[in-house]
């Protein structure tokens, strides 16, 4: 299914339902919306926007052309011709019943229906419905634009198959699809929130703690393990060397002690309601929702990039959703055409808000982050993909040479022409140089010496078969090309001294 999926239909738009759209689109898929409320368009498209900007700031990768969004005047002209829906109305069984039962008579049999439920069973929400075998809890978290969860609940009535497909297809998108052994009321993320909010709800009504310090309580503390270690592998190295065991031992007669309220919940009467939206506000309320919105997308980005760093939690999805957008990107990189006596168009881009310096215009760095970008799909043009990789075989840039020629601007379209300037049996010269999309200025050039290793040896070693046949390809393409005056005398001659190839 994963490979088929190419329009999607999301019904309801919401804070949950808007940040569905905007993940599919963003991946490049089509998407049908349907909602009756008015200002749903104008929320979805906000919400859009957000997505863009955080999505700029996560990660380089070259992002697929956002898929068309389109408004449908029904349930059943949104469904039809869907390969995936997503159901995310407010939280009322009769209402969702309503919907869905909808959804099913006008679906295709057998197509996915995620509900973006928070507490609901599956086996509830099928109730009354024709067939339930493609219903099924597809719970996300806030933003879930960024945020990789979702958990999937299935009961005994789901076909497996639709099961598997949908989770494949969520995985595709940069997701963690977290499947529930068994289904039971609100999952296993929203009972653990529930958990803490019963017990910040006391600690607000009995005067111990205000809103804000509650909050600093988490983020100042154990919010910061939380988000790259989780609850169980926290206390883990709370027990020190001897573990979970020895933790268990020392603190796990706690839990006989009353310190906490978890059975009871007080009453959310004015009284309570009042003092909690009035310490909100003096928390918070100095900052609009959207300037909050755009806060915590930019915290998350943030923890998220760091996670990817250190190759931990969230940030491997984010790594494994990354590589699967530079394969994308890349896909039909193989088998574009060489033109005879013309450079090789492999790559293009635009400049960012974020790539830009104080003057509006790309920074150094980021000119060399577009180059490289270029290296790798030339690399993947002769042949060097995941497969050739595998083999312990790769290519390092060993030498550079840029040239700062002109301005780019935020939002200019960028596209690189490729040379291939020389070749040997271990390294490889090529030239890029970087024009303007829009009046084909000449922005920029590079120049790069490449060398091919063993990454088992960690030394230099003679280029596969492959991907010589294909530099001569393009050797003999490029043959009467001549040298550009600008290739510096550097790296030049092929004829380095051998310390290189050692």
């Known amino acids: ?58 990660t380089l990768a070259p992002l697929p052309e956002p898929g068309r969004l389109r408004f449908a005047t029904s349930i059943a002209e949104a469904v039809a011709d869907a390969d995936y829906i997503q159901e995310s109305v407010p939280e009322r069984l009769d209402l969702k019943h309503r919907v869905l039962a909808e959804i099913a008579a006008a679906a295709r049999p057998g197509t996915p229906i995620g509900s973006s439920t928070s507490g609901f069973k599956p086996s509830e929400l099928q109730q009354g419905l024709p067939t339930a075998t493609s219903v099924f809890v ?51 993320a929203d009972r653990l929130l529930e958990a803490v909010w019963r017990e910040s709800l006391w600690l607000v009504k009995d005067d111990i703690a205000t809103t804000e310090e509650i909050d600093d309580a988490i983020r100042f503390g154990f919010g910061l393990r939380w988000a790259q270690m989780g609850l169980f592998e926290t ?22 002690w009353p310190w906490t309220k978890l059975t009871d919940v007080p009453e959310l009467d004015a009284a309570l309601v009042d003092r909690i939206a009035s310490q909100s506000d003096a928390q918070s309320g100095a900052y609009s929702i959207g300037d909050l919105e755009r806060i915590r997308d930019d915290n998350l980005v943030a923890i998220l990039q760091s996670l990817k760093a250190n190759r931990w939690g969230a940030g491997l ?24 006596g013309q450079p090789l168009q492999l790559h293009t881009s635009r400049v960012r808000e974020d790539w830009a310096d104080y003057n509006g215009h790309m920074t150094e760095s980021r000119y060399l982050q577009v180059f490289g970008d270029a290296t790798d799909a030339f ?18 840039t060993v030498e550079t040479h840029l040239r700062h020629l002109s301005e780019a601007k935020v939002g200019v379209g960028l596209k690189i022409a490729t040379r291939l300037l020389g070749h040997d049996a271990k390294r490889i010269r090529i ?22 290793v063993d990454t088992t040896l960690a030394r230099a070693s003679p280029l596969g078969p492959g991907l010589t046949t294909r530099l001569d390809a393009i050797a003999e393409s490029q043959a009467r090309m001549s040298l550009p005056d600008w290739a510096g005398s550097a790296i030049r001659a092929l004829d380095r001294p051998q310390s290189i190839l050692a």
């Open 235 to 256: 206390y883990r190295i709370a027990g020190g060397a001897a573990g979970m065991r020895h933790f268990l031992a020392q603190f796990g007669p706690a839990l006989q």
């Open 431 to 452: 030239a890029h140089e970087m024009y303007s999309s829009e009046d084909d200025t000449l922005l920029a050039t590079a120049e790069h010496m490449l060398l091919h």
């Open 138 to 188: 597809a719970h996300p978290f806030n933003p879930v634009y960024l945020l990789p969860l979702v958990e999937i609940v299935a009961s005994p009535a789901n076909d497996r198959a639709v099961i598997d497909r949908a989770k494949a297809f969520l995985g595709t998108l940069g997701m963690k699809p977290l499947e529930l052994r068994k289904e039971i009321e609100a999952h296993i």
């Open 379 to 396: 690399l993947r043009f002769i042949g060097l993909d995941a497969a050739y990789l595998a083999t312990g075989a790769s290519v390092y």
């Open 1 to 58: 299914m994963t490979q088929h999926v190419k329009t999607v239909a999301a019904i309801g738009v919401g804070v949950i339902g808007g940040g569905w759209i905007a993940r599919f689109l963003l991946n490049g898929l089509d998407v049908a919306v349907y909602d009756p409320a008015p200002g749903a368009e104008a929320a979805v498209r906000q919400m859009i926007a957000n997505a863009e900007r955080a999505y700029r700031k996560l």
């Open 317 to 340: 999805i984010v790594q494994e959703h990354e590589a699967r957008l530079y394969d994308k990107a890349h896909a039909g990189v193989a088998t574009a055409a060489i033109e005879p």
